[in-house]
C-alpha cells in the first residue's frame, strides 16, 4: 500500500510531500521527509544561495547511493507557484529552468529527489551577467584535507588583493569552495577569465600545494577548478546536503573557522542547530559585491606574458586564443611532425591505459578491482593520483571512466592496453 501524501502550508502555498518516509540514505537512516525538514530549518540560508536563480535538478529518485539523472527542463506538471525562466546553453538549445523563490519552491524540488541545490550564478532577471565568481577547490586523490585548507587560505589572499572579498564553504564532499560576490557587469567569457587568473596566481603563490592544470595526468595537490564559472556549469550551493553515507552539508564558514575546520562535523544533524545558534556567516555576502578590473588586468598581463587561455571542457566550442584541446599524454613532441603511431594516432608522452567506461561508479570500480586483481605486481606501484576516475556528462546523466598512468611503474614491467574491463557507450540510441 503507497504511503499518503504529507501537505505542508509554506509561504501561503499547499505542497504535498509524497512518499515521506522513503529512506534516502540507507546507513544514516535519513527519509525524504527529513531532508525537507533539514532544508525548511536552514531555509533563509538555503534560499540565499538559490532564490531568483535557474537551477538544474539533479535528482536522487532511487536514493543517495544510486546514479542520479540531470533535468534541466522543468517538469511540465508543476504547481502555478513553481517559476521558471527560459536558459539558453552552449550547444543552441534551451530549456525552462526551475527558479526558486520561496520554501514552498524549495520543498517542492526536494520532493523531486533533489538532495543537494545546483543553481547557475546568474539571476533571472539578467541571464547573461554573472554575480558570481566561484573557486572550487578540488583535492587529487592522496591529498588530506589540511591541504585543501591551506590551499583556501592562499585563495582568500589572492581574492583581496584584487579586490575582491571571499567566502568560503565546505563542499561537503572532498573539497572546499570560495565564492565571490561580483557587480553583474561582465559576461561568462569574462568571468572564466578571471577565474583562470585566480587559479594561475593560487598556483604561483603555492605551486607545492596547488595547480591550475586541467588535464589530470598533469595534476597535483589540490587543483583550483576555473571551468566552474563557464557557462552552463553549476556548483552545490550553501547548505546543499550531499549524496554521501554521513549526510554532509555543504556549509558556510567564517575565514576564522577555515583553519581547524573538520568538513566531518556539518552534517544533516548538526547544521541546523549551528544555523540556529550563529546564523548564516554569508547573511552580509550581496552587500560584498566587487569589480573584477584587477582580475581581468591579471589575466591580461598573464596572457602578454606568453600564456594561452586554459583548456574549456570539452563539450564546449574551441576558443579564440585557447591552446590544443588535447591531454598532454595525446600530444606530439615539441617540433616533431612524424610524431605517430603506425595507426595515424599521436603516440603518448605519458604511458596512460584505460580501463573502464561504465554507467555507473561502481560498475567502473569493480571493472577496476578485476584488473587489479590481474595486475597484482602493477598495483602496488601505483600513487593515489595514478588511478584517474572521472565523472563524465551524458545526456542526462554521469557515466564513468577509469584511467591509470603508469608512470611509476618499470617501463618493461608495464601491462599493456587490453579490452576494457567495462566498455559502456553513453550515447548508444542517440545517435543519427
Not at 517542492?108 to 538532495?115: F, Y
Amino acid at each position: 500500500m503507497a504511503e499518503r501524501k504529507m501537505v505542508l502550508e509554506l509561504a501561503g502555498h499547499e505542497v504535498a510531500v509524497s512518499n515521506p518516509g522513503k529512506v534516502y540514505f540507507p546507513r544514516a537512516g535519513v527519509t525524504k521527509l527529513d531532508m525537507v525538514r533539514y532544508y525548511l530549518a536552514v531555509a533563509p540560508g538555503a534560499l540565499g544561495g538559490v532564490r531568483g536563480r535557474p537551477m538544474a535538478l539533479k535528482r536522487f529518485v532511487n536514493g543517495a547511493e544510486a546514479e542520479p539523472f540531470f533535468q534541466k527542463r522543468a517538469p511540465e506538471k508543476r504547481p502555478d507557484f513553481i517559476e521558471t525562466v527560459e536558459l539558453s546553453f552552449p550547444s543552441g538549445r534551451t530549456a525552462d529552468e526551475v527558479v526558486v523563490t520561496d520554501e514552498a519552491a524549495l520543498a517542492w524540488v526536494i520532493n523531486l529527489g533533489c538532495i543537494d541545490l545546483n543553481p547557475h550564478p546568474v539571476r533571472s532577471a539578467d541571464l547573461d551577467h554573472p554575480d558570481e565568481l566561484r573557486v572550487d577547490l578540488d583535492p587529487v586523490p592522496g591529498v588530506e584535507w589540511p591541504q585543501i585548507r591551506d590551499v583556501a587560505m592562499v585563495a582568500a589572499d589572492v581574492l583581496a588583493d584584487f579586490g575582491l572579498t571571499g567566502w568560503p564553504k565546505t563542499s561537503g564532499s572532498r573539497g572546499m569552495h570560495i565564492y565571490a560576490r561580483i557587480e553583474p557587469n561582465w559576461g561568462f567569457g569574462e568571468v572564466r577569465r578571471a577565474a583562470v587568473a585566480v587559479a594561475r596566481e593560487i598556483e604561483r603563490r603555492a605551486p607545492e600545494i596547488a595547480t591550475s592544470k586541467w588535464w589530470k595526468e598533469e595534476r597535483h595537490g589540490v587543483f583550483v577548478d576555473y571551468n566552474q564559472n563557464a557557462k552552463d556549469r553549476t556548483v552545490a550551493s550553501a547548505y546543499s546536503l550531499r549524496p554521501v553515507p554521513d549526510v554532509r552539508v555543504s556549509t558556510p564558514l567564517t575565514w576564522d573557522e577555515v583553519p581547524s575546520c573538520d568538513p566531518a562535523e556539518f552534517t544533516i544533524g548538526t547544521v541546523p542547530e549551528r544555523f540556529a545558534k550563529i546564523g548564516d556567516p554569508w547573511a552580509a555576502m550581496d552587500e560584498a559585491a566587487g569589480s573584477l578590473d584587477g582580475l581581468l588586468e591579471l589575466a591580461a598581463s598573464d596572457e602578454a606574458a606568453g600564456l594561452q587561455d586554459a583548456p574549456w571542457p570539452p563539450h564546449y566550442e574551441k576558443q579564440t586564443g585557447e591552446g590544443p584541446r588535447v591531454q598532454p599524454s595525446k600530444r606530439r613532441s615539441s617540433g616533431s611532425a612524424g610524431a605517430k603511431s603506425p595507426t595515424g594516432r599521436r603516440q603518448s608522452t605519458m604511458p596512460l591505459i584505460e580501463i573502464a567506461r561504465a554507467e555507473t561508479k561502481d560498475e567502473a570500480m569493480a571493472g577496476l578491482e578485476r584488473w587489479k586483481a590481474r595486475h597484482p605486481e602493477v598495483w602496488p606501484r601505483l600513487e593515489p593520483a595514478d588511478v584517474l576516475v572521472d565523472a563524465m556528462r551524458g545526456r542526462s546523466s554521469l557515466w564513468y571512466r577509469i584511467r591509470l598512468n603508469l608512470r611509476h611503474v618499470p617501463e618493461a614491467e608495464r601491462p599493456p592496453q587490453e579490452p576494457l574491463e567495462v566498455d559502456y557507450d553513453p550515447w548508444a540510441g542517440f545517435r543519427p
